[in-house]
């Protein structure tokens, strides 16, 4: 439940940047992307798409995405995705508790554009 609670506020924070803010935006306006963000067992998901600037979000996963996410559980995805350390992911992918299913650059690709968001680069 919390997962997908921080999964959908993550959606509402990448809409909102894709509108106020500039350097977001000048980063994701040609940008055409299709993810999904889900535990293992598949309880828990959501989907983005970036097209050309403009973001939607949905539940569950889209058709073929780009690539995929995939955490062993709820718990740690929560864990890791609200953690300030920044090498939390880098560990998780490390101990194989984040896979991604799919095309790396474009999950290389994603992790800048949320740092974007965040203001952390």
Same mark, same amino acid.
């Given at each position: ?11 509402? @924070?990448? @809409? ?20 999904? &963000? ?6 828990? /998901?959501?989907?983005? =798409? ?13 058709e073929a995405p780009?690539?995929? *996410?995939? #955490? ?6 929560? @864990? ?13 992918? =490390? ?12 999950? *290389? #690709? ?5 740092? &974007?968001?965040? /203001?952390?680069?």
């Amino acid at each position: 439940m919390k997962l997908n609670l921080l999964l959908y506020v993550l959606s509402i @924070k990448l @809409k909102k940047a894709a509108k106020k803010n500039a350097r977001f935006m000048k980063f994701i306006r040609d940008k055409n992307l299709k993810l999904g &963000i889900r535990t293992a067992d598949g309880r828990s /998901g959501r989907q983005y =798409t970036f097209s050309n600037g403009k973001i939607l979000s949905g539940s569950g996963l889209p058709e073929a995405p780009d690539f995929v *996410m995939v #955490w062993s559980d709820a718990d740690t995805a929560f @864990k890791t995705m609200s953690s300030t350390n920044e090498e939390a992911a880098v560990a998780a992918l =490390t101990e194989k508790k984040l896979q991604v299913e799919g095309d790396l650059k474009e999950f *290389m #690709w994603f992790s800048r554009a949320v740092d &974007i968001m965040m /203001g952390k680069a």
